[in-house]
């Protein structure tokens, strides 16, 4: 197995990107975001408000594969069938688990620096699989359609032959709606995530997918209807299989960084401070991960999804970590220019030889910012007789120059300090329904109006991200994700009824 470090491409969120040419069509499938009002009549557009959910829901048949995650419904048979199919004897089982619901636990004491899983290439779902039904396979592939497009048709493909698939133990375990903010209406985006910048690449996602679907559709379902009826290929399966892959698809840097979807293994839960990543071991002939810590028998046991912020894990996973447990959290923080600044055409000017505009935005950690943050912030509070400055922040701003890190102006640091903590405070402020206690409680004027201590406005700063974005979260996986899956569930059930 490779090195952790050198694997980060393994986890599971490879790069989805659906602006794809099929080769033989040169067609792209770029859609920008639709407003709700520009919705076409006839295509369900998942990232409307109210009504249109309710018409999908309506519309749209239930998926009648897959089982309830918070269940172990099928998990046996799962085991069974793939132990019959040939993965190896395992030192782990499923299990009801506190985070994740449903996830692999220890069932003997396992050492650090131990290989696990074992899952042989053929219990591995990748672009080469072999399609129960092999005409709807050669026509896919006389078609050119990328990995992602194509998995999630076979996906789809075998779940709808039930029994008659290989696959059907495998499927009949994974979630009937997968955790996903592909099932977030309009509404709850606009409303839970009205200030993150997360909002913008759900829709985008959203978009995309559907995008995507309806491509597939118009230029290779629509022409076989036989193959790919509309019952089974609709924007309903499409949401669920791209769910899954979002959530479940691993990239194998060993098997020549193929996609593939690793029964088994796919049951591991993420944990924010293990790092080790599944991959293919070559002198195994199986997929493995090796353990980063002991686990004693009962244990749940974790992988990396890979060191990504709070709202990327929500994006692909719906789910945010527990509070202050992700050192990799982070947000972009947008510093801009002062247009009052006598001295803005000549920033503006340096920023932009060096590849920088205005608004810029920077990454900020719980654990500290980047020194370019800090470069930019300077370059916006220099007071003209430093002009002559301007140049070598806005170089340093860049990540272009080897001295950054020496990089110091004691005259004006408590003033960009200051700058940048009013920018977080500007960024926090468009959050106006949900945080308004937490961020009074944190940045109550008292504590800092009067004396402004550079370090005590630097841990102001890290404070109020961190306690935004993890306050965020928190608020998010608690009341979010339950809410919104049971609230569709509920109006199944009310349409059902009805
Ligand atoms: C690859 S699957 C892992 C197995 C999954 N728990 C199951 O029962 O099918 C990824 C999904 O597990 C859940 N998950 C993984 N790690 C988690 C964590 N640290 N906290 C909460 N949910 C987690 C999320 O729902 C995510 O979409």
Redesign the pocket.
């Known amino acids: 197995m490779a090195k952790a470090s050198s694997v980060l491409q393994s986890t599971?969120l490879p790069a989805y990107s659906p602006l794809y040419k099929l080769r033989n069509q040169s067609f792209t499938l770029s859609f920008p975001p639709l407003p709700v009002s520009r919705c076409r009549p006839g295509i369900h557009c998942s990232v409307s408000a109210g009504e249109t959910t309710r018409r999908s829901v309506e519309e749209a048949p239930d998926i009648s594969w897959g089982c309830e995650?918070d269940s172990l419904e099928n998990a046996t048979s799962l085991q069974n069938w793939l132990s019959d199919s040939g993965l190896p004897p395992q030192k782990m089982s499923i299990d009801r688990v506190d985070?994740?619901?449903?996830?692999l636990v220890a069932s003997q004491n396992l050492r650090k620096g131990e290989k696990l899983l074992f899952v042989p290439p053929s219990l591995v779902i990748s672009a080469d699989s072999e399609w129960t039904n092999p005409e709807a396979g050669e026509v896919m592939k006389r078609y050119d359609v990328p990995d992602w497009p194509l998995l999630a048709t076979y996906l789809i493909s075998e779940a709808s032959l039930q029994k008659n698939s290989r696959w059907f133990n495998y499927i009949s375990a994974?979630?009937r709606q997968?955790?996903s903010l592909l099932y977030w209406t309009r509404t709850e985006l606009d409303m839970y995530l009205e200030a993150s910048q997360i909002r913008e690449r759900a829709i985008e996602r959203i978009t995309n997918v559907v995008g995507t679907y309806e491509d597939l559709r118009s230029r290779i379902f629509s022409k076989h209807p036989h193959l790919f009826p509309k019952e089974v290929f609709n924007d309903e399966t499409f949401k669920w299989s791209f769910g899954i892959l979002f959530?479940?698809l691993v990239r194998l840097p060993s098997m020549d960084g193929r996609f593939a979807l690793v029964p088994w293994a796919?049951?591991?839960?993420?944990?924010c401070e293990v790092e080790t990543f599944l991959d293919y071991d070559k002198s195994s002939k199986g997929v493995v991960f090796t353990t980063d810590r002991p686990y004693q028998p009962g244990e749940q046991v974790f992988i990396s999804y890979g060191n990504k912020s709070n709202g990327e894990l929500l994006l692909s996973?719906?789910?945010v970590?527990r509070e202050g447990t992700n050192p990799s959290d982070s947000v972009e923080l947008a510093l801009s220019l002062r247009k009052t600044d006598e001295c803005y055409k000549e920033k503006l000017d340096a920023l932009k030889k060096h590849g920088l505009s205005t608004p810029q935005c920077f990454p900020v950690r719980i654990t500290g910012w980047p020194m370019e943050l800090m470069a930019y912030a300077y370059l916006v509070v220099s007071p003209p007789d430093m002009r002559n400055s301007f140049e070598e922040m806005a170089k340093a701003a860049s990540n272009k120059t080897s001295t950054k890190n020496d990089l110091k102006y004691p005259e004006i640091e408590e003033e960009a300090l200051q700058y940048i903590l009013d920018s977080c405070e500007t960024s926090i402020s468009k959050y106006s329904r949900f945080l308004k206690v937490n961020i009074t409680k944190i940045v109550h004027p008292s504590l800092y109006v009067g004396k402004i201590v550079p370090h005590l406005v630097c841990l102001l700063s890290f404070l109020i991200v961190g306690k935004w974005i993890n306050g965020f979260g928190h608020y998010i996986s608690k009341t979010v994700k339950p809410k919104s899956v049971s609230e569709t569930a509920s109006c199944r059930l009310v349409h059902k009824r009805a």
Do not use: A, Q, T
Request: charged share 15%.
């Open positions: 599971l995650i985070i994740g619901e449903r996830g994974l979630p997968p955790y959530s479940r796919d049951m591991l839960n993420h944990n996973y719906g789910f970590p």
